[in-house]
């Protein structure tokens, strides 16, 4: 398996606009998280799904943030409008059932900086 | 919520010395406890876990302690390697499938 894989690995953009990040879940893999990571902060877990389902979201720092998961081998984590405040390294992690001694997987992460 | 503190934040050892790195967790529901290392700019890699009905876990250099009546955890790596360079998280967790409360991280770095 190639593992969790993330999309952009890096993404520069202009406050205000909009940014959609992507994740692909290993196969199999029925929990996903999305986390962000800053030095201040630390990792954050913003929010996770269960067979697509969104199970907790509380972490969503605010109304400029959504994640989707259409399907079980797809989700995003869309910010907009985008700003400074923003950037950070967010991961996306998946992990099942049929894998509970092997804790999370993590992707490689999107380094999103905002200007 | 529950919550984990990690200490210390910065670790500088021997190439050859063991190192120690401790976290303590609030809420005693928690009983999955998974160690990270995060090489710089990559990903966090699991590294070695324990759950709650297990008091230690050995894997080659690396080892774990769990103390449920302090509520405390504690990574150790013996014989340290300049690759063990790294930053290391611990976390706690009601089962693994569910959210991670993560410590705030420990720099490790092991001098040649």
């Known amino acids: 398996d190639a593992g969790v894989i993330q999309s952009p690995r890096h993404e520069v953009t202009e406050m205000g606009q909009e940014v959609t990040l992507r994740c692909k879940p290993i196969?199999?893999?029925?929990?996903l998280f999305w986390y962000r990571q800053t030095m201040m902060r630390g990792l954050e877990l913003l929010i996770y799904?269960?067979?697509?389902?969104?199970?907790?979201d509380s972490g969503m720092p605010e109304d400029r943030f959504s994640a989707k998961m259409p399907n079980a081998s797809f989700s995003t984590l869309k910010i907009q409008p985008s700003e400074p405040r923003d950037s950070a390294v967010y991961f996306c992690?998946?992990?099942?059932?049929?894998?509970?001694?092997?804790?999370?997987?993590f992707g490689s992460g999107t380094r999103l900086t905002v200007v | 919520g529950e919550n984990v503190e990690q200490h210390p934040s910065t670790l500088s050892v021997q190439e050859g010395d063991s190192a120690v790195i401790k976290c303590t967790y609030s809420?005693?529901?928690?009983?999955?406890f998974p160690w990270y290392k995060q090489e710089l700019g990559k990903r966090p890699q699991l590294i070695i876990d324990?759950?709650?009905?297990?008091g230690e876990k050995k894997d080659q250099r690396i080892a774990v302690t769990l103390n449920k009546t302090a509520k405390h955890f504690s990574l150790h790596i013996t014989e340290t390697q300049p690759e063990d360079s790294a930053v290391y998280f611990c976390?706690?967790?009601?089962?693994?499938?569910?959210?991670?409360?993560f410590g705030s991280g420990t720099k490790l770095n092991v001098k040649p």
């Open positions: 992690a998946s992990t099942g059932l049929n894998y509970a001694n092997y804790g999370y997987t």
């Open positions: 196969s199999g893999h029925d929990y």
């Open positions: 799904f269960n067979n697509n389902v969104p199970i907790d």
């Open positions: 809420d005693s529901a928690s009983n999955y």
């Open positions: 324990i759950r709650s009905n297990v």
């Open positions: 976390a706690a967790s009601m089962n693994n499938f569910n959210k991670f409360y």
